[in-house]
């Protein structure tokens, strides 16, 4: 499943790379001593919003308990508000509660640069010390941690407690997708919901992600998450026409088949259609 995904050809590698060792260690392990050879399973994943790092967190769990290395290979997600929030004061019982439910598969800490601060009161900080301080027990090895987050955030969490760099060393990164990549995941979208694109509308569909890709604000770019929008704004100007045209339940093949004008024109007015400001 995790090659099936669009892009992500490092991140493929990497865990590819990972679960070679991981099968080539259980051969060695009757043979000599690398039995004794542990594999460090947590990591960092870094990254734009939509580069699909909770969904490799799901297949990396997963991965993970097919080749023996979790028991059980479930995925708990959290972040900052997890930890604190309401537990304002109660890290250590909270930490230790999560940490339970993730035992056996992979426990994905979304934004997790917002546990460090620059606020040396932050419990945030007290949370990372805590993660840490679990890690180096070796009881503590039917689990994989995954921080996640922006590239640069998470440069500077590494920097505020070099241990987090020893204890993560698999550092997945999640690179934007290309014009290409858009529109595979694009297609992919609309052939899984059951409507046919022609040659017409793919072209128009290209040329509209193109414009989004090229207008894109860094800051906020979504990526896959904004082929999603595109899909959405595609199907309400879909149904507008239809519904303007009388279709009626008979009209399959016209139900189904996206038309080049049920694409928003590649222009930054239109643009905004699928980005409300």
């Known amino acids: 499943a995790l090659m099936e995904l669009t892009g992500l050809e490092e991140v493929k590698r990497k865990?590819?790379?990972l679960s070679t060792f991981a099968c080539y260690n259980a051969l060695m392990a009757p043979l000599t001593l690398s039995s004794s050879q542990d594999i460090n399973l947590h990591a960092i994943f870094t990254g734009s919003v939509g580069c699909g790092k909770t969904t490799v967190a799901r297949l990396y769990a997963s991965l993970l308990y097919d080749i023996g290395l979790l028991s059980t290979g479930q995925v708990v997600i959290a972040d900052r508000s997890s930890f604190i929030d309401k537990y304002w004061g109660h890290a250590e019982s909270v930490v230790g509660k999560i940490l339970k439910l993730a035992q056996g598969g992979v426990l994905f800490i979304d934004e997790a640069y917002l546990l460090a601060t620059n606020d040396d009161k932050d419990p945030g900080r007290i949370v990372i010390q805590m993660l840490l301080d679990i890690l180096a027990d070796d009881k503590n090895r039917d689990i994989a941690i995954v921080l996640a987050?922006?590239?640069?955030?998470?440069?500077?969490?590494?920097?505020?407690?070099?241990?987090?760099t020893s204890r993560f060393p698999n550092v997945f990164t999640f690179a934007?997708?290309?014009?290409?990549?858009?529109?595979?995941?694009?297609?992919?979208?609309?052939e899984k919901m059951g409507y046919n694109l022609g040659d017409e509308a793919e072209a128009q569909l290209e040329n509209c992600i193109k414009d989004l890709y090229n207008n894109r604000d860094p800051e906020t770019w979504?990526?896959?998450?904004?082929?999603?929008?595109?899909?959405?704004?595609?199907?309400?100007?879909?149904?507008?026409?239809?519904?303007?045209e009388g279709v009626t339940s008979e009209d399959i093949d016209v139900l189904i088949t996206i038309e080049p004008e049920d694409i928003p024109v590649p222009n930054?007015?239109?643009?905004?259609?699928?980005?409300?400001?």
């Open 222 to 244: 979504g990526n896959a998450r904004e082929m999603e929008n595109l899909y959405q704004a595609v199907i309400l100007r879909h149904a507008q026409r239809c519904m303007a």
């Open 268 to 277: 930054v007015e239109n643009a905004r259609i699928l980005r409300p400001q």
């Open 15 to 17: 865990i590819e790379e």
């Open 176 to 190: 934007d997708f290309n014009v290409s990549e858009l529109r595979t995941i694009a297609c992919a979208k609309f």
């Open 149 to 164: 987050g922006y590239p640069d955030k998470m440069h500077e969490l590494l920097s505020v407690n070099p241990g987090l």
